[in-house]
């Protein structure tokens, strides 16, 4: 599999709330940032309007020993092994359109909030 890194986004199917493996049934798929990774998995970020089950709080001890960005302290986060993703997107390869969600390989976000619209959303809202 791909080396990962923090900053790259991975996908992840979830069933119940829950993230499942890519082969198994699942309720709908979702795209999390990498924060940490380790020899079997990796740590995502959660954002607060994501509900996964088995993400717990970033604290400082755990942010210092896994070395991830200070700006996740006290944000929520769940660990995952490798074979539960279903998808990778390596920081280099693209961006998502925060709008149309669809993926745009080698652009760069270009928001000040570091999201991406693309030029077909840019140029029409209502698309
Ligand atoms: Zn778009």
Redesign the pocket.
Request: a positive charge; one cysteine or more.
């Given at each position: 599999m791909t080396k990962l890194k923090p900053g790259d986004q991975v996908e992840c199917r979830i069933k119940s709330a829950a993230i499942v493996s890519p082969y198994h049934s699942y309720d709908e798929s979702k795209t999390f940032e990498v924060i940490a990774v380790d020899n079997g998995g990796c740590y995502l970020y959660v954002p607060h309007y994501y509900l996964v089950k088995g993400s717990v709080v970033l604290d400082a001890y755990r942010r210092k020993t896994l070395s991830i960005d200070p700006k996740f302290l006290g944000e929520q986060f769940v660990y995952i092994l490798e074979n539960l993703i279903a998808n990778i997107h390596q920081q280099t390869d693209g961006v998502f359109?925060?709008?149309?969600?669809?993926f745009?390989q080698f652009a760069e976000p270009n928001r000040k909030d570091k999201t991406f619209?693309?030029?077909?959303?840019?140029a029409n809202p209502y698309?």
């Amino acid at each position: 599999m791909t080396k990962l890194k923090p900053g790259d986004q991975v996908e992840c199917r979830i069933k119940s709330a829950a993230i499942v493996s890519p082969y198994h049934s699942y309720d709908e798929s979702k795209t999390f940032e990498v924060i940490a990774v380790d020899n079997g998995g990796c740590y995502l970020y959660v954002p607060h309007y994501y509900l996964v089950k088995g993400s717990v709080v970033l604290d400082a001890y755990r942010r210092k020993t896994l070395s991830i960005d200070p700006k996740f302290l006290g944000e929520q986060f769940v660990y995952i092994l490798e074979n539960l993703i279903a998808n990778i997107h390596q920081q280099t390869d693209g961006v998502f359109c925060k709008v149309c969600n669809e993926f745009y390989q080698f652009a760069e976000p270009n928001r000040k909030d570091k999201t991406f619209i693309c030029f077909s959303c840019r140029a029409n809202p209502y698309r």
